[in-house]
């Protein structure tokens, strides 16, 4: 197992996370195809350190990703890589130190191994670890599933959130159960998302009634985690609208204050 340290000698490098992502997928894509399978990854701007596993030649390996992303930047004459740092490392040691914060990452496999985003492929190693695991490892807690602790988000950063976790279009109705929960926990009243979602109050409150989305907690932790991801504008505002909520007395707000102890 080798940590790989790649970084632009020229500052041209990684700066932006549509960047990062490709680069991540090419990364993956090449690792299946050449036994050098990526585990875990941090992409900063101007670095990107990966653990790697396989016995696949590592040169070529890491000479088809340079030419490759080089390629996608529209580069054909290449980017400036500076020499890569590569060590043997263990599991845990490595996952330490990609996942610690405080960092900003542009890109950061501690989100797909606690479950903060979808997946596109197979996360591998890294579930060998518990997403409990990588919270410590990071720092993190998973903020309390208590409506009483939590504060009003608006609508337009609960569509932000639950999109970026699932992988599908806010909207899309596989996400409507989600959508549902997630803002009665922060202040929303039934009728206000029925009227939001185009269907009947009485639709968003069998929503309420089922058992909890399991995206729900990764949801909370996009949204309330101020170590996480500290470029993001959390809310502060309590709504007077919560006091009349049908979510705080349900037996889904039950539920949900017994989880958070």
């Given at each position: 197992?080798?940590?790989?340290?790649?970084?632009?000698?020229?500052?041209?490098?990684?700066?932006?996370?549509?960047?990062?992502?490709?680069?991540?997928?090419?990364?993956?894509?090449?690792?299946?195809?050449?036994?050098?399978?990526?585990?875990?990854?941090?992409?900063?701007?101007?670095?990107?350190?990966?653990?790697?596993?396989?016995?696949?030649?590592?040169?070529?390996?890491?000479?088809?990703?340079?030419?490759?992303?080089?390629?996608?930047?529209?580069?054909?004459?290449?980017?400036?890589?500076?020499?890569?740092?590569?060590?043997?490392?263990?599991?845990?040691?490595?996952?330490?130190?990609?996942?610690?914060?405080?960092?900003?990452?542009?890109?950061?496999?501690?989100?797909?191994?606690?479950?903060?985003?979808?997946?596109?492929?197979?996360?591998?190693?890294?579930?060998?670890?518990?997403?409990?695991?990588?919270?410590?490892?990071?720092?993190?807690?998973?903020?309390?599933?208590?409506?009483?602790?939590?504060?009003?988000?608006?609508?337009?950063?609960?569509?932000?959130?639950?999109?970026?976790?699932?992988?599908?279009?806010?909207?899309a109705r596989a996400n409507g159960v989600l959508l549902s929960q997630l803002a009665?926990?922060?202040?929303?009243?039934?009728?206000?998302?029925?009227?939001?979602?185009?269907?009947?109050?009485?639709?968003?409150?069998?929503?309420?009634?089922?058992?909890?989305?399991?995206e729900l907690e990764a949801c909370l932790v996009w949204l309330f985690e101020p170590r996480f991801c500290p470029q993001i504008?959390?809310?502060?505002?309590?709504?007077?609208?919560?006091?009349?909520?049908?979510?705080?007395?349900?037996?889904?707000?039950?539920?949900?204050?017994?989880?958070?102890?």
């Amino acid at each position: 197992m080798e940590l790989i340290s790649l970084r632009s000698s020229g500052g041209d490098l990684f700066r932006s996370a549509v960047e990062a992502q490709g680069f991540v997928r090419r990364a993956e894509r090449l690792g299946l195809e050449r036994d050098r399978r990526l585990l875990a990854w941090r992409i900063v701007p101007g670095q990107a350190e990966l653990l790697v596993l396989g016995e696949g030649d590592r040169a070529q390996w890491l000479r088809l990703l340079r030419s490759g992303h080089a390629l996608a930047l529209g580069v054909p004459g290449g980017l400036s890589w500076a020499p890569a740092r590569c060590q043997d490392v263990g599991l845990e040691g490595a996952l330490s130190r990609l996942h610690a914060l405080p960092f900003e990452p542009l890109d950061c496999s501690l989100w797909d191994a606690t479950g903060l985003r979808h997946r596109r492929l197979d996360v591998g190693l890294l579930r060998l670890k518990s997403p409990a695991w990588h919270f410590a490892v990071a720092g993190l807690s998973s903020p309390p599933l208590s409506p009483e602790a939590l504060p009003f988000v608006p609508w337009s950063r609960l569509l932000d959130v639950v999109g970026y976790v699932t992988a599908r279009p806010p909207s899309a109705r596989a996400n409507g159960v989600l959508l549902s929960q997630l803002a009665a926990l922060v202040g929303w009243q039934s009728e206000a998302v029925a009227a939001l979602r185009g269907v009947s109050p009485d639709a968003i409150r069998k929503g309420l009634r089922q058992p909890l989305k399991a995206e729900l907690e990764a949801c909370l932790v996009w949204l309330f985690e101020p170590r996480f991801c500290p470029q993001i504008e959390r809310p502060t505002v309590r709504s007077s609208s919560w006091e009349s909520s049908p979510f705080k007395m349900g037996s889904m707000g039950s539920a949900l204050s017994r989880s958070s102890h």
